[in-house]
Nanobody, 128 residues
Framework: QLQLVESGGGLVQPGGSLRLSCTASGFTLEHFTIGWFRQAPGKEREGVSCINGSGASTLYAESVKGRFTISRDNAKNTVYLQMTGLRPEDTGVYYC?????????????????????WGQGTQVTVSS
């Protein structure tokens, strides 16, 4: 059974760092685009970053560019999101999601409708 499991969330002070992990089971994610999304209370889910199957191509939302880094270790079937310089507005539930092989080259690679399978999410709270 295909499953994505996020981990690494928590409470952090402004300016702090966290590394989120998204581990797949029941399939190999090696060739697929993986996206990270987040949803704050009362707001719509937004795309944060995505990475293609080889890891050679990445994309970031403007709001996180220069602060977040997405990477993957296909041998571990895991995608990471390193978050630094965290701000209160980064607070939310973070989800990873499975796209298609060519999602990175779609018209909207950070659109949620490009992704078919989702993890359960991990809470990130940035507060002093």
């Amino acid at each position: 059974q295909l499953q994505l499991v996020e981990s690494g969330g928590g409470l952090v002070q402004p300016g702090g760092s966290l590394r989120l992990s998204c581990t797949a089971s029941g399939f190999t994610l090696e060739h697929f685009t993986i996206g990270w999304f987040r949803q704050a209370p009362g707001k719509e889910r937004e795309g944060v970053s995505c990475i293609n199957g080889s890891g050679a191509s990445t994309l970031y939302a403007e709001s996180v560019k220069g602060r977040f880094t997405i990477s993957r270790d296909n041998a571990k079937n895991t995608v990471y999101l390193q978050m630094t310089g965290l701000r209160p507005e980064d607070t939310g539930v973070y989800y990873c999601a499975l796209g298609a092989v060519n999602t990175m080259w779609s018209a909207s690679p950070l659109a949620s409708y490009e992704y078919n399978d989702w993890g359960q999410g991990t809470q990130v709270t940035v507060s002093s």
